[in-house]
């Protein structure tokens, strides 16, 4: 093939790098020893990467590297023979063939540890800006593999400037484009090499490796893989030791791990639980990394043993002070941890009651504060969650004035705050006559009754449902037939035409009690809209006991033959 002369400086390792891609070519066309060949490719690909990376270096005349450019070339070469009777089929003898090819495997290898050394010792440093080039958007997935190997390669013999920028260059494209993300996870050992630099001393090495994984981390298919290369560790020491930014990188990677419950236990069997819940608890961190943290262990509350860890170790007292953070993401992610702990456990529910769960999170909902939407709406999904399994629960909701903010926001909030709000009102007149009560003095009926007309059918008919229960409350009856405009909408809605009325069982339940005090039977038979009680009746046996109840002497020759039908 030559002497080391006709390899020495850049034209030589142009030469040797053209003869390695011309093998790797040629070797996608071969169908026989397939693992063998594969094996030869990663080194062909590895020293394909540390060659292209000399050549943007100063090396000067480096004898060395001449010389390890002319062996190179010399095993490309007598690798391309060996390809070409592979793909022709032209070998004598397979043992024989199996034989020549682990030699050449064995001499690539000897030929990567040999430029590797050469990276270590410093003969090659770094003339200007590292620039790889990335293949182009719908490249084929050989380029991908090819760049991919070449930023591995980068990595493991490059020195720190190199590596780093190999680490942001993968970052670049797992991001852009996750076929990417699935040539790291089958190439060599990116990801082995990936969860070692989560360990390096050099802080942006760790940051950017974190990164990566997380991005990883993200896709099913690929989690087994970071797991069984050990990836949990080395993240719950950064977690408990690393950078800022690692520590974020290494939350939200967590985050996407612990979505399988079964990796929970490797988590807490290295300390990650302590670590977490010291960063919730801390004070001095930002959103950025508690908001994670809270996802990790809400994900980790489903395993009983931890979750009993964590309420002995008082993560509910550490989780109500979060509920009064000024971050929305703590805000959010805290209320969200809460329920998780508390549900289906009525001992914890209590706990997050007694030590002013209920508090913090009527706080949020206070008008007088500003806090964003999506805020407050988790929060009445949460007072909705944790206060409605007990009569005690209840009553210590009602005594926070939560009525009053109910009120608020059915009048005033925003659409999907509004809708949380009835729903939640919905359930709490069903809850006691005393909540009945409070809302009447509240002036929640004229609210429900406006939701009568509303679009959603679920809207009216929790209105109408909410209406039955409190009308049976003597005082909330004769508050609300008080309004004409109330007798008068539900007459209209029983029309057998109309299609926008709410359940009519419960607008008939409410007329029958309305029914029960004179004024509020004088008021109905005197609508315009009584003769709608009357088409109704004909479909209806609810409509017909409304008419039977509304029949006395002095009514009877309006409803004749109603009740006798």
């Known amino acids: 093939m030559g002497d080391g002369e006709e390899f020495a400086g850049a034209s030589g390792l142009r030469r040797a790098v053209e003869l390695i891609l011309a093998v ?157 993300v699935k040539v790291v996870v089958d190439v060599g050992d990116v990801v082995h090499l990936l969860v070692g630099f989560l360990g390096s001393n050099e802080v942006e090495i760790q940051e950017e490796s974190a990164k990566v994984v997380s991005v990883v981390a993200g896709f099913d298919s690929y989690k087994g893989a970071l797991v069984g290369a050990g990836v949990i560790a080395p993240l719950v020491k950064v977690l408990d030791c690393g950078s800022d930014l690692g520590k974020v990188a290494a939350a939200r990677c967590l985050v996407k791990l612990t979505e399988n419950s079964d990796n929970a236990w490797c988590v807490s069997a290295h300390g990650g639980v302590s670590v977490l819940l010291k960063i919730c608890g801390g004070g001095d961190c930002g959103g950025d990394l508690v908001a994670p943290a809270c996802g990790v262990l809400r994900n980790l509350v489903g395993v009983e043993e ?44 209590q706990m997050v009651i007694r030590e002013g769960g209920i508090r913090a999170l009527l706080r949020v909902l206070h008008p007088k504060w500003s806090y964003s939407c999506k805020t407050r709406e988790v929060t009445m999904r949460a007072v909705e969650d944790l206060c409605f399994s007990s009569p005690d629960s209840v009553g210590v909701l009602m005594s926070y004035g939560f009525v009053d903010q109910l009120t608020y926001y059915i009048r005033n909030g925003e659409v999907s705050i509004q809708e949380l709000a009835l729903k939640v009102a919905f359930r709490l007149s069903g809850t006691s006559e005393e909540a009945k009560k409070a809302m009447g003095d509240a002036g929640f009926m004229p609210e429900f009754v ?95 006991k409304l008419v039977k109840k509304l029949s006395t002497n002095r009514f009877r020759s309006m409803l004749n033959g109603i009740w006798h039908s």
């Open 306 to 349: 931890i979750k009993r860890f964590m309420v002995d170790e008082g993560a509910v007292s550490t989780f109500i002070k979060l509920v009064r953070s000024k971050e929305e993401a703590i805000q959010v992610n805290s209320i969200g941890f809460i329920l998780s702990i508390a549900s289906g456990d009525e001992l914890v529910r």
């Open 24 to 180: 790797l070519t040629l070797s996608h066309s071969i169908r026989v020893f397939a693992g063998k060949w594969q094996l030869i490719r990663n080194k062909l690909e590895e020293l394909h990467g540390g060659l292209v990376a000399a050549e943007n270096c100063d090396s000067g005349e480096s004898p060395s590297l001449s010389r390890l450019v002319a062996a190179v070339a010399s095993t490309a070469t007598e690798c391309h023979d060996l390809c070409r009777r592979c793909v022709d089929v032209s070998y004598s003898g397979k043992l024989l063939m199996q034989s020549d090819l682990d030699v050449v495997f064995a001499k690539l290898d000897g030929h990567a540890r040999k430029l590797s050394e050469i990276y270590k010792k410093g003969i090659l440093t770094n003339g200007f800006a590292l620039v790889v080039s990335k293949p182009s958007l719908g490249a084929s997935k050989e380029d991908m593999r090819f760049y991919v190997r070449d930023l591995t390669t980068r990595m493991k013999i490059g020195d720190l400037g190199m590596k780093r920028q190999a680490l942001r260059n993968l970052l670049e494209v797992v991001v852009e484009d996750e076929k990417y």
């Open 450 to 544: 406006k939701f009568l007309n509303a679009k959603s059918f679920e809207a009216r008919e929790m209105a109408a449902e909410a209406l039955s229960g409190m009308v049976t409350v003597p005082r909330n009856r004769k508050r609300f037939v008080q309004d004409d405009h109330n007798i008068t909408l539900l007459l209209q809605l029983l029309d057998p035409e109309e299609g926008n009325s709410g359940n009519k069982k419960f607008l008939i339940s409410i007329l029958m009690s309305l029914s029960s005090c004179t004024s509020g039977r004088k008021k109905i038979v005197s609508s315009e809209y009584a003769k709608n009680i009357e088409k109704l009746a004909e479909v209806s046996s609810d409509a017909k």
